[in-house]
C-alpha cells in the first residue's frame, strides 16, 4: 500500500514556474515508477509526465515537453514536477500516481493515487 500526497498548488502567472511535490509512505516507493497527471474542468485526466524507479528515464506529454521536468528523490520518498514557462491551458488539478510497470501513460496502469492539488495560471 502506498500514500500519495500532493504539495505546492497554487496560483501562478503565465510565464511563471512552479513546483509540485508529492510525498510518498512506505518503504517501497523506490519499487515504482512515478507519473503526474491532470485533469482540467469537464475533461478527462491526461498524462504529464512519467519516471522510472531509478529516476534516470523519464517520458513527457508532448504539451509540456521542454517546460516541465519530473524528478524524484528515494531518499525523501518524494516526486517533483518542475513546472516552467506555465500557460493558461496548464491550469487543472494535478495528481501523482504510483505504478508497477514503466513505461506507462493510461491511468488504468496506475495503481496508487494522490488527492490531487490545484494549479491555476494566469493570463
Request: charged share 20%.
Amino acid at each position: 500500500q502506498v500514500q500519495l500526497v500532493e504539495s505546492g498548488g497554487g496560483l501562478v502567472q503565465a510565464g511563471g514556474s512552479l513546483r509540485l511535490s508529492c510525498a510518498a509512505s512506505g518503504r517501497t516507493f523506490s519499487t515504482y515508477a512515478m507519473g503526474w497527471f491532470r485533469q482540467a474542468p469537464e475533461k478527462d485526466r491526461e498524462f504529464v509526465a512519467t519516471i522510472s524507479r531509478t529516476g534516470l528515464t523519464t517520458y513527457y506529454a508532448d504539451s509540456v515537453k521542454g517546460r516541465f521536468a519530473i524528478s524524484r528523490d528515494n531518499a525523501k520518498n518524494t516526486v517533483y514536477l518542475q513546472m516552467n514557462s506555465v500557460k493558461p491551458e496548464d491550469t487543472a488539478v494535478y495528481y501523482c500516481a504510483a505504478a508497477g510497470r514503466f513505461p506507462n501513460r493510461r491511468t488504468d496502469d496506475y495503481d496508487y493515487w494522490g488527492q490531487g492539488t490545484q494549479v491555476t495560471v494566469s493570463s
